[in-house]
């Protein structure tokens, strides 16, 4: 596809997956500052995703050609080091490929809520003042918000899923980091980001922007059970308890203009 086509072209996040957004632009000619924002676009992908779900569009991401833009900038260009930061924020920064603060930051100017929240800590230990010095929580909502869903935090995983839970109670919508396999180095595990959906007594159904998702797995994959839904869309199933191992402990609520306003 030319930068032209690119330009006019509109992507639907929830049935394209990121690889297949880099196959669009295969004449780019920054292709390995733009494979590697790509690789790193899980988050964005994710709140795109969100996006369309509701029945919005966020600006940024309009086409190809702006939604490419952001990424270089954010992933390649911006990235700020925890040495910078104060002690009690170094806590708090992110850095694991997500770019879950750009991101957040991006869809904010858009009129959404995004909480950045680290699952791991528990309630105690769960400072706001210093979750806003890094930008995990900005507005007077998000720092609410992050206080409430703080309860969730700690070693018990069975409580991440009650936070996820929680979040989709609000009409918010939890992007959820992942540890996968990496598709450079199998024996080593990365970050990614999916979208929780809903659980039920024994499986979490979740939206995931990797095309590789099962297969980069490899001889374990049927071990993971992870099975695509009948439709277009890149929505999936995994046994609860296999998806909560997945789990990270990052978590970004989102919260569309719309769910905003129900809230006020």
Not at 4 to 12: D, Q, V
Not at 30 to 41: P, Y
Not at 174 to 189: H, Q
Not at 215 to 232: F, L, M, V
């Amino acid at each position: 596809m030319s930068s032209s086509e690119a330009e006019k072209s509109e992507i639907e996040f929830t049935s394209t997956p990121q690889q297949a957004i880099g196959r669009m632009l295969i004449d780019a000619h920054n292709k390995e500052q733009l494979k590697f924002a790509l690789d790193r676009s899980c988050t964005a992908h994710c709140v795109e995703a969100i996006a369309e779900m509701s029945g919005l569009k966020i600006p940024s991401f309009s086409n190809i050609e702006a939604y490419t833009r952001f990424l270089l900038e954010s992933m390649t260009a911006s990235h700020r080091q925890s040495t910078d930061l104060p002690t009690d924020a170094k806590l708090y920064f992110v850095d694991d490929g997500w770019s879950a603060i750009a991101v957040a930051d991006l869809v904010r100017l858009s009129g959404y809520g995004a909480v950045s929240h680290n699952l791991n800590y528990p309630p105690k230990n769960t400072d706001v003042a210093a979750m806003e010095k890094i930008g995990r929580v900005r507005s007077d909502f998000e720092r609410q918000y992050a206080t409430e869903v703080a309860e969730y935090g700690g070693q018990d995983k069975a409580k991440w899923l009650l936070a996820l839970q929680d979040t989709k109670s609000h009409g918010g919508f939890p992007v959820v980091s992942i540890e996968i396999p990496s598709s450079e180095f199998p024996d080593k595990l990365g970050r990614h980001s999916v979208v929780f959906l809903e659980a039920d007594e024994t499986h979490i159904t979740y939206f995931d922007p990797d095309q590789k998702n099962i297969s980069r797995y490899g001889e374990a994959a049927s071990h993971q059970q992870i099975h695509k839904e009948a439709t277009d869309k890149l929505i999936y199933r995994q046994p609860l308890e296999k998806f909560l191992d997945r789990m990270s402990g990052e978590v970004i609520h989102i919260f569309t203009p719309i769910a905003l306003n129900s809230e006020r």
